[in-house]
Antibody, heavy 119, light 107 residues
């Protein structure tokens, strides 16, 4: 069974940093591109970043230069380093697996982790 | 970036009804479109990919159609467990862009 379990969320002050982790199991982690997607207060889903099987990365314009996605295949883990956090970064962050059969389609999501940026 | 516009934003329907949700892309995305279902407090769930292909385990009352810029998700015979919010997503390239969502509510 595919499982994605996020951790590392919490309350942080504006300007602070957090590192989100996602532990994957039930599939060959190294063979899948992975994404982070966030959702503010039940609103529209917003793509944050992705990392390919070759470690190539892309980041949304809204987080570029502040957030950094990475992976460690030996530990079946995905990460999101978030720096210079802003109030508008407050959201539930989902770790997501890209489908092998359909590029840029997410076929499995984690349960999500809440990040709150507030003073 | 490719923009995705969904309509309606909400729809009230009864069990057994046929519900249709539309999604329009700001440019040609061929068949690179996915549909997701999300229930309150839960992660989204993939329903359809490549515009028309049903994800494994998804009931056949869900169907997708369209290509290019105009797409449709149809639920034929709404069931109680289908009351949720539905999102489309362009899958042509990053950044992945999602539609604004359609909330299917009980009439």
């Amino acid at each position: 069974e595919v499982q994605l379990v996020e951790s590392g969320g919490g309350l942080v002050q504006p300007g602070g940093s957090l590192r989100l982790s996602c532990e994957a199991s039930g599939f060959s982690f190294s063979k899948h591109d992975m994404h982070w997607v966030r959702q503010r207060s039940g609103n529209r889903l917003e793509w944050v970043a992705d990392i390919g099987t070759n470690d190539a990365t892309d980041h949304a314009a809204s987080v570029k230069g502040r957030f950094f996605i990475s992976r460690e295949n030996a530990k079946n883990s995905l990460f999101l380093q978030m720096n210079s956090l802003r109030v508008e970064d407050t959201a539930v962050y989902y770790c997501a697996r890209e489908a092998e059969s359909s590029p840029e389609t997410v076929d499995y999501w984690g349960q999500g982790v809440l990040v709150t940026v507030s003073s | 970036d490719i923009q995705m516009t969904q309509s309606p934003s909400s729809v009230s329907a009864s069990v057994g009804d046929r519900v249709t949700i539309t999604c329009r892309a700001s440019q040609d995305i061929r068949s690179w479109l996915a549909w997701y279902q999300q229930k309150p407090g839960k992660a989204p769930k993939l329903l359809i990919f490549d515009a028309t292909t049903l994800q494994s385990g998804v009931p056949s009352r869900f169907s997708g159609s369209g290509s290019g810029t105009d797409f449709t998700l149809t639920i034929s015979g709404l069931q109680p467990e289908d009351f949720a919010t539905y999102y489309c997503q362009q899958a042509k390239r990053v950044p992945l862009i999602f539609g604004g969502g359609t909330k299917v509510e009980i009439k």
